[in-house]
């Protein structure tokens, strides 16, 4: 699977949510956002970024609600013989 790239992680993110500021860092993006209703659309916007090995967390601060996404690795076992 091909890494996804930061506009189709943002068009997810911006389908779900209103979007009022966006930050990006390093392997990582930090979306604002105005929705009072975030708990149900939280939950479909984390399965639908599983989907492409990536991780939703919800943040609130002073500032308002943010949702931060990064990748994730699977880490492959090892097995033992």
């Known amino acids: ?4 790239t930061q506009e189709h ?3 997810i993110v911006s389908s779900i949510f209103g979007v009022e500021d966006l ?3 390093d392997g990582s993006l930090k979306f ?3 929705d009072k209703d975030f708990k149900n659309k939280f ?3 984390a399965r639908q970024l599983e989907f492409i090995n990536m991780l939703a967390r919800i943040e609130k601060d002073s ?3 943010y ?3 990064t990748s994730f690795e699977r880490k492959k ?3 033992l013989s």
């Open 67 to 69: 949702v931060s996404v």
């Open 1 to 4: 699977m091909t890494e996804p």
């Open 9 to 11: 992680v943002i068009s």
């Open 23 to 25: 930050i990006i860092n």
């Open 32 to 34: 604002k956002i105005e």
């Open 63 to 65: 500032d308002g609600i």
């Open 43 to 45: 939950v479909s916007l």
């Open 77 to 79: 076992r090892k097995w």
